[in-house]
């Protein structure tokens, strides 16, 4: 009888202590996942994989926070959609990659939550435009990654090396042209502006404007294809049917180690240097991490490994980072850059894209 | 078997579900899409409720209608092109064998299966200069020199009429496998020749399947934003392209669904003036 008794406890002994122990094992678990995780956006396709191998791995090793990459749509779908749950007190990615344009978008309604630069010690290292700020002062994001759209040209058609934007006007290049479709993603003013009109400042007023775009319209004829999609232009870039336009810098190189007769000229005036922020949701409740993860991707190595990785250009100063010449020429370049005037795709979008369509499409 | 008109509530009962997928999928987003297009645009910003024209307001303009009229032409031009080629062709199919159908058939409709993406950069590559079909011409020593033949009107409207080419055989074809051959038969025994019998006896008689597939065809041409893009210059870009530009580049929601109404609303009105006009024909 006793030894039934005994074995019943000892079963029920057995079994409690399983649970107990179970759960014991199970609970860090839950709680490091709960605690130290972090969801992160970023462009999806080539960016999020190159992301997730290069640089997400190693950060989660250092620091021991969890990272979920998100994969955005590009275009401003992402923005709508973070400012819509924002609204309801959710936040679908807790830090994301923002082109300026929708970083200003978002200040306008407060979506950014102001980042505290004495948790970044190493934002001193970038470069000061790379630092992105409301109105007030307030940190909105810090410069995740830059890239540079710049003039390529087919080397089988043209054998010497454009050295100005201005050889987009040329006569030669009557049809031969391959440039990008919208006013807010081919910085086309901006350029016109630098080439011609002595500087971006140059498009303050609306006069500057309509004289740019008067300018522009001189390029029609030049032009074969306006483009959207990029695949389009590098098809017909590398065969030769469009050998002139302006592409990004660091795929024009890829296609150049690939053995296309290619090439990028950052012209005098400088290539269009584009960038995207790395910024917080305020409806994000992880401020501590995402503090974190900024903070680490502001390093110099890090953004040398970006460099080398995925191509694009540092946001830090270039002397902090031990990129070689070659690796620095590869994805950028000394020359002063056009920066273009985000402001103005904020205050005046309607009107720049109302004259701009009616410039190319009338 | 006779059908008997519904008597009770319950005779409804298989309506239910077609209904509620129309209301979910069809009802909702439209009148959303409506609602949104009289809400204030926020430049530099979003949106926010409201009732005001604005949207239509900035809609009104030469240009836009010049992009609207463009638009139509356009759709009109790909269904009637359709039609003319898609008539005689199967009307030869459907009088030809039955092995000859069958790989017609699944050589038309595997078209479908391409999307709008591949057939755009197909085409945009067989009329490319460096890689194009005028290549082969210059061999054969029919041309001087290779030519690009895109971006132009012809480019667009070549792959606007393929992409909805298979479309029109399937709404044409059962309608001409049931023409009753002694119809032409007829025809014929009465001294008409070939070309007279089709156009006296068959085109007349397919009037309403040729009024269908011109809309249908008309309908879905209106809707392409990708292949004027891929294919065309921009005065070739269709209103589509643009209301694509302002929702997604943009972010201009209400002046997109402004755009968007506007054109549902003409289309609407056109089909319905193609009803009317076949009613008035079929009354007399």
């Known amino acids: 009888m006793s030894d039934i008794f005994n074995a019943r406890i000892g079963r029920r002994t057995v079994l409690g202590a399983g649970l107990a122990g179970a759960s014991m094992l199970a609970m860090p678990a839950v709680l490091r996942a709960q605690d130290k995780s972090l969801k992160v956006g970023v462009y999806g396709g080539y960016f999020k994989d190159s992301f997730d191998k290069n640089i997400f791995e190693d950060f989660t090793k250092t620091t021991g926070i969890a990272i979920e990459s998100i994969a955005e749509p590009t275009g401003e779908a992402w923005l709508v959609q973070l400012e819509q749950a924002a609204k309801a007190g959710a936040a679908p990615a807790d830090v994301s990659m923002m082109s300026q344009v929708a970083m200003l978008k978002g200040q306008s309604t407060d979506l950014w939550a102001p980042l505290d630069l004495s948790k970044l010690p190493n934002a001193v290292n970038l470069i000061e435009r790379f630092v992105n700020k409301y109105p007030d002062g307030r940190v909105a994001g810090i410069g995740a990654v830059s890239w540079y759209i710049t003039l390529v040209s087919n080397t089988d058609v043209f054998k010497d090396a454009p050295t100005s934007w201005s050889a987009l006007w040329e006569k030669d290049k009557e049809d031969k042209l391959g440039l990008l479709a919208l006013v807010s993603n081919s910085f086309l003013l901006e350029v016109t502006a630098k080439t011609f009109m002595g500087g971006t400042n140059a498009l303050d007023t609306d006069e500057g404007i309509i004289k740019a775009l008067e300018k522009l319209a001189e390029l029609k004829p030049n032009v074969r294809l306006w483009y959207r999609d990029e695949a389009q232009f590098e098809q017909a870039l590398k065969s030769g049917e469009i050998p002139m336009g302006q592409y990004y810098h660091d795929v024009t190189g890829l296609a150049i180690a690939d053995g296309f007769h290619v090439r990028s000229t950052f012209p005098k005036e400088g290539g269009i240097q584009d960038s995207g922020c790395w910024a917080l949701s305020r409806a994000s409740k992880k401020t501590e991490e995402a503090h974190v993860f900024i903070n680490y991707m502001c390093q110099p190595a890090i953004q040398a490994t970006l460099s080398r990785k995925v191509g694009t250009s540092p946001t830090v100063q270039r002397g902090l980072t031990d990129l070689t010449d070659q690796e620095f020429a590869a994805v950028s370049s000394d020359v002063e850059p056009i920066v273009p005037r985000y402001d103005l795709y904020q205050t005046k979008s309607d009107f720049l894209n109302q004259k701009w369509t009616e410039m190319i499409a009338g | ?284």
């Open chain 2, 1 to 284: 078997m006779r059908r008997e008109p519904p008597q009770r509530l319950v005779d409804y009962g298989p309506l239910v579900f077609p209904a509620g997928m129309l209301t979910v999928f069809f009802v909702v987003p439209f009148a959303t899409m409506i609602a949104v297009s009289f809400f204030q645009r926020q430049q530099g910003g979003f949106y926010t409720p409201a009732f005001v024209f604005d949207n239509y307001a900035r809609f009104l303009s030469l240009f836009f209608g010049k992009v609207l009229g463009f638009s139509l032409f356009l759709a009109i031009a790909v269904a009637v092109a359709c039609v003319v080629v898609g008539i005689p062709f199967t009307y030869l199919l459907s009088r030809s064998k039955r092995n000859v159908q069958i790989v017609w058939l699944v050589a038309l409709l595997s078209i479908l299966s391409l999307s709008e993406v591949m057939i755009g950069f197909a085409w945009s590559t067989l009329f490319s200069r460096t890689a194009g079909i005028t290549n082969l011409l210059v061999w054969l020593g029919l041309m001087e020199q290779a030519l690009a033949l895109t971006p132009s009107f012809t480019a667009v409207m070549t792959a606007m009429t393929y992409q909805a080419f298979p479309y029109t055989i399937l709404v044409l074809y059962p309608a001409l496998v049931r023409l009753d051959p002694t119809l032409t038969e007829a025809a014929r025994t009465l001294g008409a020749s070939p070309v007279k019998a089709f156009f006296t006896v068959v085109v007349p008689v397919l009037r309403n399947t040729i009024l269908a597939t011109l809309i249908m065809v008309f309908i879905f041409a209106l809707g392409s934003y990708l292949l004027p893009q891929l294919l065309g210059r921009p005065q070739h870009w269709t209103l589509s392209v643009l209301i694509t530009d302002q929702a997604i580049y943009q972010s201009n929601m209400p002046f997109a669904a402004a755009m968007a109404v506007f054109l549902v609303l003409v289309s609407l009105a056109l089909v319905g003036l193609a009803f009317y006009a076949g009613r008035q024909k079929e009354a007399k």
